[in-house]
């Protein structure tokens, strides 16, 4: 009994000591706290200076040129400009070989899908083979991707065939209707390069990876659609490309346009790509399968009809191609006059699509061989070989995906497998090209059909709608609207709900109601923790962006609705009223003279109900505007704190000391 005593008297005396201890550290903490400090005053042109050099050279693009010599700068300056001059020196025999080896896997696909991309662009076959001639050589000694392939991709190419076909009619003016194209791609290249020059490459990152998501979709949707005419036979088709007119065009020539050779041809061909891309899906082992199926289609079904002459029975065939290399163009292109107006339009749109396909590519890539790229210099590539390729009979030309992957698989080492690819194809237009004189149009719709399956990506837009529904809404806005109206009203779409979300997010910022955890001083959303307890006679609010004139005013409205909503609930269960409204301003990281003034309303609202304002870790730019405003002033400078828990401890000893 007397050894219990004796453990209860030490155990009482431990608490005793304990509380004290608590108690002493509280008002050592009450003692200790800390001001928010001001951050030194800087000059209109220092601070100008520093958030240009911010938004423009963040990754400062000139730090490996300080301190060297004027010999040493020129060499540094030229191996920006042309990375070959960097990875050049350490090239060898064993990655010529991986080199050669991807070249000649990713030739045996473009050859093809060049032929086929170009219809889609209502050109010629020939100049869909020129784009994969002289840009991949001008690429491969300007770009910095080591994995990217260059060429015509789909998308671009029927959203180039699209605008143009709106200005120029394809059939009846074709003279004029090439000029306009190599317009447009000169166009494309200046505005790619000059994105790249000036730095302005967070402009393509406006369109959203939702956006991007549904746009590919639909874009690959209306591109499977407009190859019903070559897969089915049809000869009179029409020019829109939204579903219901090119489904009414389809099944209103069912009795009399279709050719039963035709669609045979296509339908075994079809099968057979799309069973060799499944094989090498399964089984990277055997990613050449479907790289270089397209081809052996090719060979194939040229040597059926050419046996059988199956021309002769109505099935349509690619003619003739002319043999020989890219022509000048520079006469070509209109530098002046109502048709430089509208290259200039046409080719901004798809340059900047190209623009950002390539980038996607090319950083996916990047990621998965650990090494850097440099956007702004991606852009610069781009755009010289679009403008070079816009002078030797080119159209916009850009990364591809599918030969991309291709070349990523076939073990490429550097963007030599550009250069080796590019020759294979000059071989084929100074050789082959008459050999493709009896290729039929259906196998060339059956290769575009199983290349662009793959840009439909459900499971993206799947992840996309269990993220985020806003997202969704941009994908899927994207999506109908080139499947249902044209593939100009889709990326307008694209873009438009993009802004919109980011409009909405910038005047409707989140804002929470804070709470202690129990036995700590950290204070969290109660809706995230709903073991958050709130702080009697204080109500904390904390808003999760910066306070601008667009939505300083619902940043006010919000907080005041945040204040009526508590009260009512503490009137209603006759609990004691708030005193102290803190706002945690650890995540503003602006504020404007607009936010300002809706601080100061704020704060004259508050003294109505008698509650005072308290702010909380006010970061250097909120905190200095706030003093040069005078702010500070008129709410006190013993109302800024810098931490919800040293307010909370400092209001709750204030509210103590007052009772």
């Keep these: 009994m007397m050894a219990h005593s004796v453990s209860d008297e030490v155990e009482s005396k431990d608490i005793e000591m304990a509380n004290h201890s608590s108690s002493h550290r509280q008002t050592e903490n009450h003692k200790s706290v800390h001001k928010v400090g001001l951050p030194p005053r800087r000059n209109f042109i220092g601070e100008f200076s520093e958030t240009l050099k911010e938004t423009f050279f963040s990754d400062d693009p000139l730090r490996p040129y300080k301190d060297q010599p004027r010999s040493r700068q020129l060499v540094l300056g030229l191996r920006f400009l042309f990375p070959v001059l960097e990875w050049g020196r350490s090239y060898n025999l064993s990655k010529f070989k991986g080199d050669v080896i991807a070249g000649l896997t990713i030739a045996s696909l473009c050859i093809p899908q060049d032929i086929g991309y170009a219809k889609l662009a209502n050109m010629d076959a020939k100049y869909g083979l020129y784009s994969s001639f002289v840009p991949p050589l001008i690429y491969a000694v300007m770009g910095s991707s080591r994995d990217i392939a260059i060429g015509p991709v789909a998308v671009v190419s029927l959203l180039l065939g699209t605008l143009l076909q709106n200005e120029v009619d394809p059939e009846k003016n074709k003279e004029d209707y090439r000029r306009l194209a190599f317009t447009a791609t000169f166009f494309a290249g200046v505005t790619q390069a000059a994105l790249g020059f000036l730095r302005l490459g967070f402009l393509i990152e406006f369109l959203s990876h939702a956006a991007i998501v549904g746009f590919m979709g639909g874009a690959a949707i209306t591109i499977a659609l407009q190859q019903l005419k070559g897969f089915l036979g049809i000869r009179k088709f029409t020019k829109n490309t939204d579903i219901i007119s090119v489904m009414k065009s389809v099944w209103g020539s069912v009795h009399h346009g279709w050719n039963w050779e035709t669609i045979l041809i296509g339908t075994m061909f079809l099968a057979f790509l799309l069973s060799a891309k499944y094989i090498g899906k399964k089984n990277r082992k055997f990613f050449w399968v479907p790289a270089i199926a397209p081809l052996i289609s090719v060979i194939l079904s040229t040597f059926f009809v050419y046996v059988t002459r199956a021309d002769k029975h109505d099935v349509q065939i690619v003619r003739k191609i002319d043999r020989g290399l890219n022509p000048s163009s520079v006469s070509q292109i209109h530098f002046s006059g109502s048709y430089a107006a509208k290259g200039f339009r046409i080719g901004v749109v798809a340059g900047l699509i190209a ?269 200095q505007k706030l003093h040069l405003a005078k702010f500070t002033e008129l709410i006190g400078h013993d109302k800024i704190f810098l931490s919800v828990g040293e307010a909370v401890m400092t209001c709750t000893s204030k509210a103590r000391e007052d009772s």
């Design 355 to 623: 623009l950002t396909e390539a980038i996607a590519i090319g950083r996916t890539f990047a990621s998965m061989k650990e090494y850097q790229l440099d956007g702004n210099k991606e852009m610069v590539a781009i755009g010289t070989m679009n403008i070079v390729g816009s002078m030797t009979s080119c159209y916009v030309a850009t990364g591809s995906f599918s030969r991309s992957a291709v070349n990523f698989m076939a073990g490429c080492q550097t963007s030599v497998s550009n250069i080796v690819m590019s020759m294979v194809v000059m071989l084929t237009l100074l050789v082959i090209t008459p050999l493709f004189k009896y290729t039929p149009n259906a196998i060339l719709s059956s290769i575009i059909i199983s290349a662009v399956i793959s840009l439909i990506d459900y499971e993206a837009a799947f992840l996309i709608w269990k993220v985020d529904k806003l997202d969704f809404i941009a994908c899927m806005g994207a999506f109908f609207g080139v499947v249902f109206v044209d593939v100009e009203i889709g990326l307008l779409i694209a873009v438009s709900i993009s802004l919109a979300k980011v409009l909405l997010q910038v005047t409707r910022p989140r804002t929470a109601l804070l709470g202690n955890l129990p036995s700590t001083m950290v204070y969290r959303n109660i809706v995230q923790y709903p073991e958050a307890t709130k702080v009697p006679g204080v109500l904390i609010v904390r808003v999760d962006s910066a306070i601008y004139f667009t939505n300083s005013n619902y940043v006010k409205e919000r907080i005041l609705r945040w204040l009526r909503d508590e009260e009512e609930q503490l009137r209603a269960e006759n609990l004691p009223q708030i005193n102290f409204l803190i706002v945690e301003m650890s995540p503003v990281t602006d504020i404007d003279t607009s936010g300002i003034h809706a601080f100061e309303e704020l704060y004259r609202s508050l003294q109505k109900h008698e509650i005072q304002l308290v702010l909380a870790n006010p970061g250097p730019v909120v905190i």
